[in-house]
């Protein structure tokens, strides 16, 4: 399986859409709250070169918003 | 496939369509990609009728729920419709996959999207500090000093989700007074760390990997200035997603499809369209199933009659 880290605010709807699309199916995930964490926060910056969330990270393929297709054809689904 | 009707976009007018189409037991597929429409992001949403308080998200979930317990009466196809053109007095649909569709009739239900500032820095800074969604992702404005562009009620509830966070606030407009609701501007304007800027036309975003600045000119005096900041949100308004049927349809000077407002039906005979990406007056949920409803209705004398 793969590895999920997924960066978030507490507020984002598009975060929350993404968890429940990794949950959805069966997929395990790291989450980071962005909004709290200033290490996770900057992590995100440098993976992403972006200050938008949600961001998930599947083993350094990176994809910056609720990019449903993207991370399901990262995962295989 | 071929279906008397083929419903595209999933907001309230696509959601609203789709569930009198399948209680009139029309062949039916609603094409859409995202369920809810543009209120998706709202925290709270405070007038659709029959709730006192929902969120965006679970508006959209209920709206798809109704839908779906419509399935499969109505067909849903989760993906972006991306051509349509007519063939043999109906028409012919493309996905975003490239599977085809064929349809008796259309209803465009595809809304609006975000009306962008078209200035130089805004592409290359775009969520590099220029951001979208105020709920989203105003926590990462924590303890900055950040623009937010528009003076009516989609910027000034932008001003509030950044309240919480950003350390100061300018709210730059167009005009010399604000256009949201009054009731809003109150705690705006009351606000210390809110400054408005009036007159204020953006000129160009500042910055090289992220948002260092804005220049903007004062339209009353002619001056241009330049403020340090490390965020802008834009929300001056909206576009109409009409370009799929522009070609077909006709639209007015600002691409609204242009319809007759007592059915719905554009200027184009097979062709109907409801909500945000019509010329209806107002742009509100509510209308637009309403509308999307009266839609459908006469679409069925069409199909049937």
């Known amino acids: ?77 | 496939m071929f279906y008397d009707l083929v419903i595209v976009g999933g907001g309230p007018a696509g959601a609203g369509a789709a569930v009198y189409a399948a209680r009139k037991k029309m062949k039916t597929l609603i094409a859409t990609d995202s369920w809810g429409g543009q209120s998706l992001v709202s925290a709270d949403i405070q007038n659709w009728i029959g709730t006192p308080h929902i969120s965006g998200l679970e508006l959209a979930k209920m709206l798809e729920a109704h839908v779906r317990a419509y399935q499969p009466d109505v067909e849903i196809l989760e993906e972006r419709i991306e051509k349509i053109d007519s063939k043999n007095g109906g028409f012919v649909l493309i996905s975003q996959s490239g599977q085809t569709i064929e349809a008796k009739t259309v209803l465009i239900c595809t809304g609006s999207r975000r009306r962008r500032l078209g200035v130089p820095g805004e592409d290359k800074l775009d969520g590099k500090g220029i951001a979208w969604c105020g709920t989203c992702d105003a926590p990462l404005f924590k303890d900055k000093v950040v623009a937010v562009i528009g003076g009516g009620n989609a910027g000034l509830e932008t001003v509030l989700d950044l309240n919480p966070y950003a350390s100061q606030i300018y709210l730059f407009h167009r005009r010399d007074q604000l256009k949201g609701d009054p009731l809003t501007q109150e705690k705006v304007l009351s606000n210390k760390k809110v400054t408005v800027i009036y007159n204020a036309e953006t000129q160009e975003i500042l910055g090289d990997q992220f948002v260092s600045g804005l220049r903007y000119k004062d339209s009353k005096i002619g001056a241009e200035k330049t403020l340090g900041l490390e965020g802008v949100f834009v929300e001056i308004g909206n576009v109409p997603n009409s370009d799929i049927v522009k070609h077909l349809v006709k639209t007015d000077e600002w691409g609204q499809i242009v319809v007759d407002h007592k059915t719905q039906q554009t200027l184009a005979k097979g062709i109907w369209a409801a909500g945000d990406v019509t010329d209806v007056l107002n742009k509100q949920n509510n209308i637009s199933v309403g509308d999307a409803i009266k839609a459908v209705l006469n679409i069925y004398s069409y199909v049937w009659g």
């Open chain 1, 1 to 77: 399986m793969k590895n999920i880290i997924i960066y978030t605010t507490p507020t984002c709807v598009y975060c929350k859409m993404t968890k429940e699309f990794l949950a959805k199916n069966n997929m395990p995930y790291t989450e980071h709250d962005v909004a709290s964490d200033m290490k996770a926060r900057q992590e995100m910056v440098d993976k992403s070169h972006q200050l938008g969330v949600p961001v998930v990270d599947i083993e350094d393929e990176i994809f910056v918003g609720f990019d449903r297709a993207g991370i399901a054809k990262a995962l295989g689904l």
